[in-house]
């Protein structure tokens, strides 16, 4: 009786009750253990189908070649050089993974060195493709094509810009605050309206209409609500389907961008045009004071003006970092874009030529000129301040004001007649006021009511906040 694994006379006999074989009971447990079946048949077995067999325990013969002295150490020689073998073999084996594994050492410090020499002259080619001109003839008929880093306006549009400068520069000098503006004491007495919640969340982008009843509210997920502020309720959905990044409403046509590079112009509801010149996400818009064009920044380092009537690129330039968001000056005259390294560029609007740099410390969250015609606050992410520059002045200097707010700022707001800046953060609503005559900045509204986005309302009189979660809140003060 011999066991069917091992060949040799079981110590303890099992005998299977699915095959009939017999089997030493240490072996065939730890075969079921690995297994679950029996090596004769490969069928399913469990230790309840072995039965002991009661036998005489069984003594091992010793083999004849065991009996003698010179047997035994002939046995051990023939152990020894097996074990010496074995060694030298394990030896070899080591020696081998060692030298494989020192070459793929080296193959992966080879492939990230040229990953690297890659990455570099990618930037760096890059970095020329912004500032070069290349020119070359077209065919026979003469024709020649340019692609240059800095396009400025026509002269069209520039005549246009300094027109509206000039006309805007002269009467904000003169302009009285409009009779029934908000004041101050209204606005402290700021409580909630009403609270909606939008059918979708993520909320990314907030702008009102120029009259002050209608906000467009977009998300990332590509969902924008056309909201009525004086009923509280969303009127009407638009399906973007990009993730929308910036908004602004200009007459019946909504713009946006997106963080597919796309800036996509609706109107009456409807989308009349796609336009798609950046490479990368399209982070900003914003809107010049005579209605002509609009410009947008990309995270590809690309300002483009885009005329509102044709829907057509008008003018372009390339800055040295990726831009975040943008703004133009009330007079037109002047273009601001912020940018991740914590700059914030001036540019000349007629020729986009980079006329100042404001630098914040950490990428740029958000930034909005004051009508009074030589301020603009901004704020950078996950800062709680908000940072007033005077365009007057340069360096440290240009510093006005540093507003503590208390909490991270997301947006920012400032009304027509330049006396209140509204935020908004995580961490509630402010509007912090400027005084002219005593040259002082007070708080008269503090509101624990979280967002991510604000704007002022008709005369002042509302504040739209919204939040990442889809909830629009209008604050006013009580009839």
Known sequence: MFCAISGEAPQEPVFSKKSGAVYEKRL???????????????????????????????????????TSIPA??????????????????????LARTREELSTALYQNDAA????????????????ALSKVTVSAGAGANGDV??????????????????????????????????????TAEEVAEFTTESSTSLPFSQVSALTIQEEGSYAAISSAQGDTAIYSIDEGKVERQLAVNEPVTDEIWTGTKLIVSTAKG??????????????????????????????????????DKLIVFYDVQSLTPVGRCYTDSALTTCAFHPDGHLFAAGTTSGDIKLFMTKTLEQAAVFSLGAPVQALVFSENGFWFAATAKGQTTVTVFDLRKEGDAARAKVLEIGGSV?????????????????SGVTVQQYTKSSKAWSEPLRSSVASSGIRWGGEGK???????????TVLAAKE
């Open 410 to 426: 997301q947006s920012l707001s400032w009304d027509y007649t330049g006396q209140f800046l509204a935020t908004a953060g995580a």
């Open 28 to 66: 065939i447990e730890q075969y079921i253990d690995q297994h679950g079946t029996e090596p004769e048949t490969n069928e399913a077995i469990t230790a309840e189908d072995l039965i002991p067999l009661k036998t005489s325990r069984v003594v091992r013969p010793r083999p004849p070649t065991l």
């Open 462 to 472: 509302k504040l739209v906040v919204v939040n990442v979660d889809g909830v629009v």
């Open 262 to 299: 796309s800036v996509k112009v609706y109107d009456s509801g409807r989308e009349v045009a796609s336009l798609t010149e950046h490479a990368g996400p399209a982070t900003g818009l914003a809107l010049h004071p005579s209605g002509e064009f609009v410009a947008s920044v990309g995270a």
């Open 72 to 93: 035994l150490l002939a046995t051990f020689q023939n152990e020894w050089d097996s074990v010496a073998l074995g060694t030298r073999t394990l030896m070899e084996e």
């Open 112 to 127: 990230k060195r040229v990953i690297a020499r890659l990455t570099k002259e990618r930037d760096e080619a890059r970095d």
């Open 145 to 182: 094509m340019a692609i240059d880093s800095v396009q400025g306006l026509s002269e069209e549009l520039g005549a246009k810009v300094d027109e509206i400068q000039q006309k805007l520069s002269k009467s904000r000098k003169k302009r009285p605050i409009p009779d029934g503006w908000v």
